[in-house]
């Protein structure tokens, strides 16, 4: 007994033994696995499952009798179904190149069977529809062959006639119309740019020269401000210099101001005092001492008087009684007299005190209430 196992891409024909077989399954089919077969009872075959590839290119007649050139590529494999498997295996036989010949007929009948039904404009216009139309048509007959279609897609399509050729013509033209419309307006949409650029770089230039002009009279204004500000500043600070030199001068002043007041001044001022004082107890003694001496005197002066006025008065009245004063007139020159002699009197007494008080002041002077220094 002998085991067998197939690729992943293949499936194994078992045929033979002791195994009644049916027409519709004339043989086993094992995919997926490995099979014990005995070689003189049984025969093992190997299907190839992948996919197949074929060109096809032929020569068809429209339906406007006009003959084109079609190239197209088929995908096609087995069907994977047991249906299709057995199917298939009847071209087991067969070599790869034979299998894709036989299929390579179908599609070729196929095509060129449409192409005659459909015009040259339709063809070229929707390529896809033929194709779908293809795969339709011919997708039962593959599968009662045990193939099932994959794809089926046309890469050209030509004639020997430049029938295609004139026919695409006037789209080309339009198509040529329009890139070279495209074209020139990209163009003007270029020289637009270029201009917008070049318009962009003049002003970048204006501004720039504006700026740079602009800032060189900044900088000769500054320049030239700063050359006055250098003599306007120095005499500003020499100014300030100065005004702080002066306001100096005035705090040491004031300064010597309070130390004069605190060391000489007020010492003088109080010394002044105490001897403005001394001095009006000196004199305030000296007036009482020369005011009661001349009290002393005016006493003794008016005793005096006093003491020799009964005299005078008695010498008076001697007089008048030895007859040796005459009057003329009434009594009343007498009495007239005796009352100037009394207010002589008097008077005499008051000069007395005058005298005595001036003698006082004289003797007294009242001292200045102002401290010189």
């Known amino acids: 007994m002998l085991y067998t196992a197939p690729s992943a891409t293949e499936a194994l024909i078992v045929t033979g033994g002791l195994t009644k077989r049916t027409p519709e399954k004339p043989f086993k089919i094992v995919a997926g696995r490995g099979v014990f077969w005995l070689p003189l009872f049984q025969q093992v075959r ?28 088929a995908i096609f494999r087995v069907d994977p179904s047991e249906e299709g498997i057995i199917s298939a295996a009847r071209y087991i036989e067969k070599s790869d190149d034979e299998i894709e010949d036989i299929i390579r007929k179908e599609f070729d009948g196929e ?61 080309l033209a339009r198509v040529e119309q329009a890139a070279a419309i495209a074209q020139a307006e990209a163009n003007a949409r270029v020289i637009e740019k270029e201009q917008e650029a070049e318009r962009l770089t003049s002003q970048y230039r204006r501004d720039t020269d504006l700026q740079v002009s602009e800032n060189t009279k900044e900088t000769a204004k500054a320049r030239a401000e700063a050359e006055q500000s250098g003599p306007k500043a120095e005499a500003e600070a020499r100014i300030e210099v100065e005004e702080k030199l002066s306001l100096l001068a005035a705090a040491q002043a ?23 004082i001394t001095a009006e107890a000196d004199a305030e003694a000296q007036r009482k001492l020369a005011a009661s001496i001349a ?38 020159d007498f009495n007239s007299l005796i009352a100037r002699l009394v207010g002589t009197a008097t008077t005499l007494r008051d000069t007395l005190g005058e005298a005595s008080q001036e003698i006082s002041a004289s003797s007294n002077p009242q001292p200045s209430t102002q401290a010189r220094y």
């Open 254 to 276: 004031k300064r010597r101001e309070a130390e004069l007041e605190t060391e000489v001044i007020k010492p003088a001022e109080a010394a002044a005092r105490e001897r403005l």
């Open 111 to 171: 095509t060129r069977s449409l192409i005659g039904q459909m015009s040259v404009e339709d063809i070229i216009t929707d390529r896809m529809a033929l194709a779908s139309e293809v795969i339709t048509n011919i997708t039962p007959k593959l599968l009662s062959m045990g193939w099932k279609v994959d794809s089926f897609q046309i890469s050209s399509i030509t004639d020997d006639n430049n029938h295609i050729a004139n026919l695409s013509k006037p789209e």
């Open 46 to 73: 190997k299907l190839n499952l992948g996919t197949y590839s074929v060109d096809v290119r032929i020569t068809a007649q429209t339906a406007q009798k006009i003959d084109i050139n079609v190239a197209a590529n």
């Open 295 to 332: 009290s002393e005197k005016g006493i003794l002066l008016e005793k005096e008087m006093l003491d020799n006025l009964p005299a005078i008065m008695e010498s008076l009245s001697g007089a008048l009684s030895n007859g040796k004063l005459t009057f003329l007139g009434d009594g009343e």
